[in-house]
């Protein structure tokens, strides 16, 4: 009984082993320009300025390893214009030649809840809100800014496109990537054109519109018209991405509570967050320095638990196995 509590032990710790952290990065442009709040940026003719931008993925799938297909099943993100990194799991693959996704959330999870979720959780509580309440659901796309109406090249009128609705789901047909593999990660470079979120919008008159409106469906709809998410590679210039200086090292001493090493670029206080793999949240700090060393004081229970860093401007996740 031992030999098989063993060997069960042992083949689990290198499935562990073979698997890879998947982690999605987008790029978000105004322009071929890096996004900006604060930044003005030309369409159709106008000067126009976001002051908020966000947006839920769904509905993953990769193609991998010479042409398998993997979903990647109750998988969320919910993206923001300042925030390049997105964890989407721990999977059994080598490499990844394409990726494909729905903007917004699938009918299943729209007719649910927050209340159903942690505020960790993309589908959990946020502030500023990203649902308009049930029946209605959640917002797919947030749009808000500032747009230039009376041509003075300075935006002061405003704009807030807050789409909902299930016909607002608009599919992204797959997308083939050159993927960055390290040792336990694969990285998925996109490049999100963020003013084609706008086109075809008449932004000074488009007002407040927190509904299923046709002006908010051509918004969804742009992501796939007008592709907005392409496939990015770090040897664009236009470019650079400087999350690959953002980094989690894991001190395996105490395997009960590992020390997680951290560092980012910025000098920007950063938050930590520790989580199980169900989503329930066992340890958050916030305000630490932008680099250092955290060490647990609590033990933690054996199981596989994630790491998120984020100050604002980038988040990584990252992985850590217990073994009591």
Partial sequence: MKNFVFALFLFSCLTLLAQKEIVLRLNHTLNSSTFSYNDNFLLDGKQNRYTRLQYYLSGFELEHDAGQLTPLTNTYVLASGHINNYYLGNYNISSVESISFDVGVDANANGGNTTNYSAQHPLGPKSPPMDWGWPSGYFFVVANGLNDADNDNTPETIFQLNALGNQML??????????INSNDTIYIDLKVNAEKFLSEINLSTAGIDHSSSATNFIMCNNAYTMNVFESYTSTNNVIQNSDLNNFIFIDYTLPFAPTINYHFDSNKKTNLTI???NGRVHTKEINLQNEG????IKEFSTGIYIVSIDNGEHMIHKKFNVVQ
């Fill in 170 to 179: 608009t599919q992204i047909d797959p997308i083939n990537i050159n993927p």
């Fill in 275 to 277: 989580t199980d793999i």
């Fill in 293 to 296: 060393s955290y060490f647990p």
